[in-house]
């Protein structure tokens, strides 16, 4: 299978990156891990006048902490880095646990997490991460550098709310207080399969209060569902068999799932509400220990 | 020579680049279309055609490549993002003479039955001892987990990597 034709340019520095984009506005795409995009080329899909192809732009591949703590993820930072990621384990544990079941091991090797939440595919797994995180997206344009809350990125299937000629060049993660937990479940039938369900839980504790809950739905509505109703039962109170029942049942019926060739709706949503209370009673034996 | 069309008839005006990349170790100057896949670069402009396209859709790996020594799928990256890279096709490996120790493995513990998924199934092989020379059986089936087998032949294609990589320390001759 070929793409239809297109002009091709791969630009050294981001400032070419966005004067080529301000010129070219939506007749742009921009190329990163290509994992999503260059499938969607070759079914003409989508067939784009140019692509920017930004893998020769230096200082976009990083991941690391600022002094406060605030993580940020660069525009070239591959799934396999944050897989492989040193920082990750100890400090952001929801992100270390959902690396690894991102795709399968050779699509991460050039995939990244910015491309990812751009793609804004409701089975998407870092869009909800990033959500249950607080965190968000750093884009640049021709009218200069914004920030974008993950809560307000995603605007329905494929749909985001870069303009034309944008470029998300980071998302950025606070910095958690207090003991930090987290997780990502994900129900697949295969590797290397999108989620039938996922579910990322996020928990910030002061001794046994939960100070801050980010929950959040991966594949089971237009977009990934932040759980706000779960997350606010939880916080301020202590992780016991009730406030984690009464959680996964307000994330459950959050979810808006359908019925596919990957599960009922119903079953998607009964998986949701497992997560929820699997993801939660992880924490609660994590805080004990 | 041009590749992306036909090598025989070749349209006037189409945008063309020349690309330097170093396949299996030689270096080669091509002029390619943008929107010509490695896989296609590989198997019709250069005539490597052991690396083979399976599914087309960036799900079965059978068209796995190594650029710059990482595992990619030659499907879903374009030529043109290989310029200055170098890439490893299964015809770079080793030679009939001089097996790597992956093919000398599959050889050995019948790792293969139709063989199509053999040549990118050698490749994450090959890049996962080349980063980790003593993996565990379950970091075997987790590297190569992206490599489809549809004759389900997995048993001993793990076999073959962990005899590869005893081989490589020196524990079998
Ligand atoms: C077989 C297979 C299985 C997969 N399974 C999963 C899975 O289980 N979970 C999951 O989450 N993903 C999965 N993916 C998708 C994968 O994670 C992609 O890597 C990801 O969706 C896109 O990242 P990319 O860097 O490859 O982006 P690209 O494909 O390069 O781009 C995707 C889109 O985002 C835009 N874009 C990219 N970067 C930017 C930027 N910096 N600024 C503005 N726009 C940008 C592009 O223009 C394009 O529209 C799978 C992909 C494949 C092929």
């Known amino acids: 299978m070929y793409p239809s034709r297109f002009r091709y340019e791969a630009p050294r520095s981001l400032d070419e990156a966005r004067a080529l984009l301000t010129r070219f506005g939506d007749e742009a795409k921009i190329l990163a891990g290509g994992q999503s995009l260059v499938p969607l080329l070759k079914l003409r899909f989508a067939a784009p006048e140019l692509l920017v192809d930004i893998n020769n732009i230096p200082g976009l591949d990083h991941h690391r902490e600022d002094a406060d703590g605030t993580l940020r993820i660069g525009a070239l930072c591959r799934h396999v880095s944050l897989e492989r990621s040193a920082l990750l384990p100890g400090r952001h544990p929801l992100m270390a646990s959902a690396a690894p079941l991102i795709a399968d091991p050779i699509v991460r090797n050039r995939g990244t997490l910015v491309g990812s939440l751009c793609h804004s595919d409701p089975q998407g797994d870092w869009a909800s991460v990033l959500l249950a995180l607080g965190g968000s997206i750093v884009a640049l344009g021709p009218s200069g550098r914004r920030t974008i809350p993950a809560s307000e990125f995603s605007l329905g299937p494929f749909q985001n709310a870069l303009l034309p000629g944008e470029i998300a060049i980071e998302a950025v993660v606070p910095a958690a207080q207090g003991h930090v937990s987290g997780s990502y479940l994900k129900l697949e039938r295969r590797v290397g399969d999108f989620a039938t369900a996922g579910v990322a839980v996020a928990l910030e504790m002061s001794g046994d209060t939960v100070t801050r809950a980010g929950i959040a739905l991966t594949g089971v509505g237009p977009s990934n569902i932040a759980a706000t109703a779960a997350e606010q039962a939880l916080t301020g109170r202590a992780l016991t068999t009730d406030t984690i029942d009464e959680a996964a049942e307000l994330a459950a019926a959050a979810a808006q799932p359908r019925s596919d060739h990957r599960g009922s709706a119903a079953y998607k949503r009964h998986v949701v509400a497992t997560f929820v209370r699997r993801g939660l009673q992880r924490q609660e034996v994590g805080a004990a220990a | ?173």
Not at chain 2, 65 to 86: I, R
């Open chain 2, 1 to 173: 020579m041009s590749y992306g069309q036909s090598s025989v008839v070749r349209e006037v005006g189409v945008d063309e680049r020349r690309i330097t990349v170093t396949v299996n170790g030689e270096k080669r100057v091509v002029e390619v279309e943008p929107r010509l896949l490695l896989a296609h670069l590989l198997r019709e402009g250069l005539a490597l055609t052991g690396t083979h396209l399976g599914c087309d859709t960036t799900s079965c790996g059978a068209c796995t490549v190594l650029v710059d020594g990482t595992p990619v799928k030659s499907c879903t990256m374009l030529a043109v993002q290989a310029d200055g890279h170098e890439i490893t096709t299964v015809e770079g490996l080793g030679t009939p003479s001089e097996l790597d120790p992956v093919q000398e493995g599959f050889s050995r513990e019948h790792a293969l039955q139709c063989g199509f998924c053999t040549p990118g199934m050698m490749l994450t092989s090959h890049a996962l001892l080349e980063s980790n020379p003593d993996p565990s059986e379950e970091e075997v089936r987790w590297a190569i987990s992206g490599n489809l087998c549809r004759c389900t032949g997995y048993q001993n294609i793990v076999k073959a990597v962990l005899w590869a990589a005893e081989k490589k320390s020196g524990g079998v001759s």
